[in-house]
């Protein structure tokens, strides 16, 4: 099967788990063609099966504003007629559910019939999506798709509620490569060591710094638990538009020596074999594929109670869940953990299980092979 997928190249978790779908679909021998404007961030080496189609934004003077949906729209009728694409997965709904339709039908007159699968990540359809201007055209291009599906029963909910009554709209969880992302493979003591010291207790987030992310909250759990007498150390990964004000923060509870901003640092997994407690402070979150990467390192999950997190994190279980904004409650789960060892133990293994039971590439990525093999027959 030849298998194209268009998703964000960019630091964040659509773009991620798309590169991890199509590098996975991959390794099982489908012929896999990315097409999207710049090298997914995790598509950083040569893989059999492999192919990356890069869409160029074609500029005149005459028009002042890019204009990628066509562009992309090109860009996958091209693709479909010389590599026999059967099935396009589109990630994150604006706007390439929309390019995808738009390729569909131009194929179609030529008598070529390509399936278009979009996957629903979570601001396409919470915030970015529900803009008045942009509503008709995700409700209409979820309703247009072949088959979608979303991430977490939660955003199934919302774009029930949101946008279509379309049935059946499948739920298929992210997941995670637990080879990869696993405490044994990496030297966490010296990874450890030279991030933070001889820190005690080292908390880590990983985002791409957008307000719903609530980052500068992980510098105030941080101070509140540094104020409990425990030696905390907050290791900051990714960027994006908080970071200024996370670092005048910093500077404010005088933390600077206790953060560490490592940047977009795109091989997360050994440093997260570094972390006790991993952040989530979210306002709103339809996953948190981040947390569940920390999970498969045996990284409990200390996250807001919002969205599609309950589902990957378990109250008291493998984590702590409140609501977002109550740093009081998020310091004292992280105390919780950072004083009772025997604890902080038992959540690791869960949260290892968890990743391994529930969420594993071996677990998840056939659901998404039933799904193409089921559209290729229908
Ligand atoms: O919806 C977004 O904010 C963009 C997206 C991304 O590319 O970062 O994040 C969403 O998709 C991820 C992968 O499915 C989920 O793990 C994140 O929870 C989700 N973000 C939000 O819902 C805020």
């Not at 004000?245 to 404010?252: G, K």
Request: with cysteine.
């Amino acid at each position: 099967m030849n298998i194209g997928i268009v998703c964000y190249p960019t630091y964040g978790g659509s773009g991620v788990i798309a590169t991890e779908l199509g590098m996975a679909l991959a390794r099982r021998g489908w012929k896999v063609h990315f097409i999207t404007y710049a090298l997914p961030s995790r598509l950083d080496r040569f893989q059999q099966n492999v192919n990356f189609h890069e869409v160029e934004i074609p500029s005149y003077p005459l028009m002042e504003h890019q204009l990628y949906t066509l562009a992309l729209a090109s860009k996958i009728i091209d693709t479909t007629r010389f590599e026999q694409l059967d099935v396009l997965h589109v990630h994150y709904a604006i706007p390439h559910a929309i390019s995808g339709y738009l390729a569909k039908q131009v194929l179609h007159t030529e008598g070529i019939s390509l399936r278009v699968i979009t996957t629903l990540h979570g601001t396409d359809i919470t915030l970015v999506g529900l803009d008045p201007g942009f509503h008709p055209l995700v409700k209409f291009s979820i309703e247009a798709s072949d088959a979608v599906t979303c991430v977490s029963n939660y955003l199934r909910d919302r774009t029930t509620q949101l946008f279509t009554d379309r049935s059946p709209i499948e739920v298929i969880p992210n997941f995670v490569d637990t080879t990869v992302y696993d405490r044994t493979a990496y030297p966490s003591a010296s990874i450890r060591k030279q991030l933070v010291g001889d820190a005690a207790l080292v908390l880590m987030h990983i985002s791409n710094f957008r307000p719903v992310k609530r980052v500068t909250d992980t510098i105030r759990i941080l101070a509140a638990v540094r104020e409990h007498g425990i030696d905390a150390y907050l290791v900051l990964v990714g960027d994006g538009p908080d970071r200024a004000e996370a670092e005048h923060l910093c500077r404010t509870l005088n933390l600077c020596d206790a953060v560490r901003f490592v940047g977009k640092v795109v091989a997360t997994a050994e440093l997260l074999s570094a972390a006790d407690i991993f952040l989530l402070p979210s306002q709103n979150e339809s996953f948190g594929l981040a947390a569940l990467e920390a999970m498969s390192c045996g990284v409990p999950v200390v996250a807001s109670n919002v969205g599609g997190i309950p589902e990957v994190v378990t109250h008291g279980h493998n984590g702590y869940l409140a609501e977002p904004g109550d740093i009081k409650r998020m310091a004292r789960y992280c105390i919780e953990l950072a004083t009772n060892p025997k604890k902080w133990q038992r959540f690791s293994s869960a949260a290892r299980a968890a990743a391994v039971e529930r969420f594993s590439v071996e677990h998840v990525v056939p659901q998404y092979e039933q799904l193409y093999r089921r559209l290729l027959h229908a």
